[in-house]
Each structure stands twice: as structure tokens, then as C-alpha cells.
């Protein structure tokens, strides 16, 4: 079983039909081969008919089809699109309608017309730029971070970092970055999608040119509007090789959508290390089997996150990790309070903004207060302290 836990910022409002659906982002490399050949705005009667061409490919059954797809590989959907009865009652919490890292992705799509929305939308339902960072990544030499590769070396300093510092089994673990503008790349696309979703080459090359043309707009950035790769998540294979892939290597995967909303913020020093630092913790949960626990539900996934959360912190304050000033530490704490949802029991909960805030402050008072300077705490010993104080990181927050 493979798993993937994403940053859980509830992207954008998407309208479909008469419902409101909150869909995440994907995107990959540069480097177009097949792309459409008039790049520039569409007009309404041209977003339409390609919305119907995109539907048209849609199979019978998709939404459980493509669940079962995600559910084979151990994806987890992370825009909380379904919520049901709530298991914990919210009005007990504190938790803002958005966050200033919703806001910014909302405004970016402002000026979208329906058909826009609904053509993203559509896109993201078919993944291709998860699909293709997981299966068939960029080579490792030519990778880079961010629209320009202004996160490049950050990235790589980090990750390297990490793997140094917990003391887990990591070098088979790699960093894949996520471009939007792979979307313009029909051969990738179209390889993604027959390998994910078993399309033909056909309906695959014919979904792929219809993509980049919807795509390939100056209101899409021409593939590279932050939307298409607002995530970033860990995944691990273990062991499973896919049908007409082969066996995947593990990996961290940072979207440049997701890097670029947090320097919109002023928190592109800090951001990109606390977000892989946060990923790289659920590896070490793979590791250490730390997934398990007698939780279910939204509240299971709401632990591994929030100890996720405590173990990015921990690295990013610990003399030994990255050792960051106190300026820089308020600003990841302010990092993970933004990345916090109250979909209570969706299976994608990630914890409240404050029960975020509060676990990476209690993984910033352990590598700080708790233990001599140069001790890095056991990654096994590290899950049991955070199972102890659990419960008084979930407890109820609002005040009356």
C-alpha cells in the first residue's frame, strides 16, 4: 500500500453543476515537446466546447473509478471534497473561515468564468501532473525548484539536511519538483493518463491536446497559474512495482504553485523548508510504522499530520537541524497555522490552524527547552512523546 499525505490548503472554490467543490493542484516540468499551436485567449463559445470535450472522455462511473485508482496507489484526496456528519463539533474550536493562503489562491482565480472553473476542475479530476511526478519523474540531474529555480538549492540543502538528521533509512527517498506547464506537454499528459487511468492512446492523445489548449492562456499563466501545482506531498511505494511503470522510487513532492502562494505571502525563506520538513516526517512514519494507531477516520490522518507537523518543527529549530532565528521560527509556526482545515471528518483532515500551530510549537519546545542542545531525539522515542501529549494538542481551543 502506497500513501500520500498533501499540504491541505483548500485551494479553490470550483462550482460544479448545482454543488461548491474545493479541488487541490498537481503540475510538472518544463521542457515542452507537443504543445497547442496558438497559444492565447479563448473565447467563451471555445472554453465550452472544450469543457464538453473533456467530459466526453470522462468514463462511466469516473468519480469511482478514479477513486478506486487513487485508493490502488494509497493516494489520499487532501481539498477535503466530501464531509459528512461531524464527529467533532466545530463551534468548540477556533477555526477561520479561510486562511491568508486560501485568500490568495481564491483572488487568483477571481476572474474566471464558469467554464474556466469547470475546465480546472476537470483537470485536476484526471491529475496528469501527480500521476506523471510519481511515475515518470524528471531526470535528477536537470530538476529544479520554483518557476524560475529560485528554490533549488533550498530544496536540496534541506533534504539533505533532513536525511542526515533523523535517523531512518532515507537514500532511496528523492525530491521531484512539479511544474505547471507539463500540462502543455501532450506526450507527457497523455502517457500519465494511460498509465493512471487506462485510457487508449487515443482518448489519451485527444484528452492531452484539449488540455493544453484550455491551458495554454495567459488567465492559466499557459499552464503555470499556481492552481495546477498548489501541493506538495510524500509517497511512498513500498515495495509494489505499477503495471507498465515498474517499481516507483519513494519520493517528496514540492508543486511550484505551493512555493510561490507562500513568497506571495512573505514566507518564501521559511516556507519551503518547513513544508518538506513536514513531508519528510511522514517518511520517517513509514519507517517507523507510526501511521498505526487505535484512531480511525479524520482523526487518525489528523495525528500523523500533527506529529508531522511536531517533527518539521523539531528539525527546523534544533541546533543540529536547521537551526533557524526566532524571526524565522514565528514565521513556520505562521506556516502551519495557515495550512490548517476544519473539515472534521473528511478523511483528509489535517488538524485545526491552532492544533497545527500548537503541535510545531510543541516540536519547537522539545529540540529548544527539553534536552541537551546537541541530542537528537530517537524518531521511535519522538512518537511516543507526541501520543502522550496528543490530547492536549486537540483539546477544545474557541473561547465564549
Same mark, same amino acid.
Given at each position: 500500500?502506497?500513501?500520500?499525505?498533501?499540504?491541505?490548503?483548500?485551494?479553490?472554490?470550483?462550482?460544479?453543476?448545482?454543488?461548491?467543490?474545493?479541488?487541490?493542484?498537481?503540475?510538472?516540468?518544463?521542457?515542452?515537446?507537443?504543445?497547442?499551436?496558438?497559444?492565447?485567449?479563448?473565447?467563451?463559445?471555445?472554453?465550452?466546447?472544450?469543457?464538453?470535450?473533456?467530459?466526453?472522455?470522462?468514463?462511466?462511473?469516473?468519480?469511482?473509478?478514479?477513486?478506486?485508482?487513487?485508493?490502488?496507489?494509497?493516494?489520499?484526496?487532501?481539498?477535503?471534497?466530501?464531509?459528512?456528519?461531524?464527529?467533532?463539533?466545530?463551534?468548540?474550536?477556533?477555526?477561520?473561515?479561510?486562511?491568508?493562503?486560501?485568500?490568495?489562491?481564491?483572488?487568483?482565480?477571481?476572474?474566471?468564468?464558469?467554464?474556466?472553473?469547470?475546465?480546472?476542475?476537470?483537470?485536476?479530476?484526471?491529475?496528469?501532473?501527480?500521476?506523471?511526478?510519481?511515475?515518470?519523474?524528471?531526470?535528477?540531474?536537470?530538476?529544479?525548484?520554483?518557476?524560475?529555480?529560485?528554490?533549488?538549492?533550498?530544496?536540496?540543502?534541506?533534504?539533505?539536511?533532513?536525511?542526515?538528521?533523523?535517523?531512518?533509512?532515507?537514500?532511496?527517498?528523492?525530491?521531484?519538483?512539479? #511544474?505547471?506547464?507539463?500540462?502543455?506537454?501532450?506526450?507527457?499528459?497523455?502517457?500519465?493518463?494511460?498509465?493512471?487511468?487506462?485510457?487508449?492512446?487515443?482518448?489519451?492523445?485527444?484528452?492531452?491536446?484539449?488540455?493544453?489548449?484550455?491551458?495554454?492562456?495567459?488567465?492559466?499563466?499557459?499552464?503555470? #497559474?499556481?492552481?495546477?501545482?498548489?501541493?506538495?506531498?510524500?509517497?511512498?511505494?513500498?515495495?509494489?512495482?505499477?503495471?507498465?511503470?515498474?517499481?516507483?522510487?519513494?519520493?517528496?513532492?514540492?508543486?511550484?504553485?505551493?512555493?510561490?502562494?507562500?513568497?506571495?505571502?512573505?514566507?518564501?525563506?521559511?516556507?519551503?523548508?518547513?513544508?518538506?520538513?513536514?513531508?519528510?516526517?511522514? #517518511?520517517?512514519?513509514?519507517?517507523?510504522?507510526?501511521?498505526?494507531?487505535?484512531?480511525?477516520?479524520?482523526?487518525?490522518?489528523? #495525528?500523523?499530520?500533527?506529529?508531522?507537523?511536531?517533527?518539521?518543527?523539531?528539525?527546523?529549530?534544533?541546533?543540529?537541524?536547521?537551526?533557524?532565528?526566532?524571526?524565522?521560527?514565528?514565521?513556520?509556526?505562521?506556516?502551519?497555522?495557515?495550512?490548517?482545515?476544519?473539515?472534521?471528518?473528511?478523511?483528509?483532515?489535517?488538524?485545526?490552524?491552532?492544533?497545527?500551530?500548537?503541535?510545531?510549537?510543541?516540536?519547537?519546545?522539545?529540540?529548544?527547552?527539553?534536552?541537551?542542545?546537541?541530542?537528537?531525539?530517537?524518531?521511535?522515542?519522538?512518537?511516543?512523546?507526541?501520543?502522550?501529549?496528543?490530547?492536549?494538542?486537540?483539546?477544545?481551543?474557541?473561547?465564549?
Amino acid at each position: 500500500m502506497k500513501k500520500f499525505f498533501a499540504v491541505p490548503v483548500a485551494v479553490a472554490t470550483l462550482a460544479l453543476t448545482s454543488s461548491l467543490i474545493t479541488a487541490p493542484a498537481q503540475a510538472a516540468p518544463a521542457g515542452s515537446t507537443s504543445v497547442a499551436a496558438t497559444p492565447g485567449n479563448l473565447s467563451p463559445e471555445q472554453s465550452h466546447a472544450l469543457l464538453g470535450q473533456l467530459e466526453a472522455k470522462l468514463p462511466a462511473g469516473y468519480e469511482a473509478k478514479f477513486a478506486a485508482t487513487k485508493a490502488r496507489l494509497g493516494l489520499q484526496d487532501s481539498d477535503l471534497q466530501k464531509t459528512a456528519e461531524q464527529a467533532i463539533n466545530p463551534g468548540d474550536y477556533e477555526c477561520p473561515a479561510t486562511t491568508p493562503v486560501t485568500d490568495w489562491v481564491n483572488a487568483s482565480i477571481a476572474d474566471w468564468t464558469l467554464d474556466d472553473r469547470l475546465n480546472a476542475f476537470v483537470i485536476l479530476l484526471l491529475d496528469p501532473i501527480t500521476y506523471d511526478a510519481l511515475f515518470f519523474p524528471e531526470p535528477a540531474k536537470g530538476r529544479f525548484y520554483g518557476l524560475d529555480g529560485e528554490y533549488t538549492n533550498t530544496i536540496k540543502t534541506t533534504f539533505k539536511g533532513l536525511q542526515g538528521f533523523w535517523d531512518i533509512k532515507s537514500n532511496d527517498i528523492e525530491t521531484v519538483p512539479a #511544474h505547471g506547464d507539463t500540462l502543455l506537454d501532450q506526450t507527457r499528459v497523455a502517457r500519465a493518463l494511460t498509465a493512471a487511468h487506462g485510457y487508449s492512446a487515443a482518448d489519451a492523445a485527444s484528452l492531452a491536446s484539449s488540455i493544453a489548449t484550455i491551458v495554454n492562456q495567459p488567465k492559466f499563466d499557459y499552464g503555470n #497559474h499556481p492552481l495546477f501545482t498548489f501541493n506538495a506531498f510524500a509517497w511512498s511505494a513500498e515495495g509494489e512495482a505499477i503495471p507498465g511503470v515498474g517499481l516507483p522510487s519513494d519520493k517528496v513532492v514540492m508543486g511550484d504553485g505551493v512555493l510561490e502562494g507562500f513568497r506571495a505571502l512573505g514566507l518564501g525563506d521559511v516556507a519551503p523548508k518547513a513544508i518538506l520538513a513536514h513531508e519528510f516526517g511522514h #517518511h520517517v512514519q513509514y519507517e517507523r510504522n507510526q501511521f498505526v494507531s487505535p484512531l480511525t477516520g479524520a482523526e487518525a490522518t489528523r #495525528h500523523t499530520e500533527l506529529m508531522a507537523d511536531s517533527y518539521a518543527a523539531y528539525y527546523l529549530s534544533h541546533l543540529r537541524g536547521a537551526h533557524l532565528r526566532w524571526a524565522r521560527v514565528q514565521q513556520y509556526l505562521e506556516t502551519f497555522y495557515d495550512l490548517g482545515d476544519c473539515g472534521f471528518t473528511a478523511e483528509g483532515h489535517h488538524g485545526t490552524p491552532n492544533q497545527r500551530r500548537k503541535a510545531a510549537t510543541w516540536g519547537l519546545t522539545l529540540a529548544t527547552f527539553t534536552f541537551a542542545p546537541r541530542y537528537i531525539i530517537p524518531t521511535v522515542t519522538f512518537g511516543k512523546l507526541f501520543d502522550k501529549v496528543l490530547p492536549q494538542l486537540v483539546r477544545p481551543d474557541a473561547t465564549s
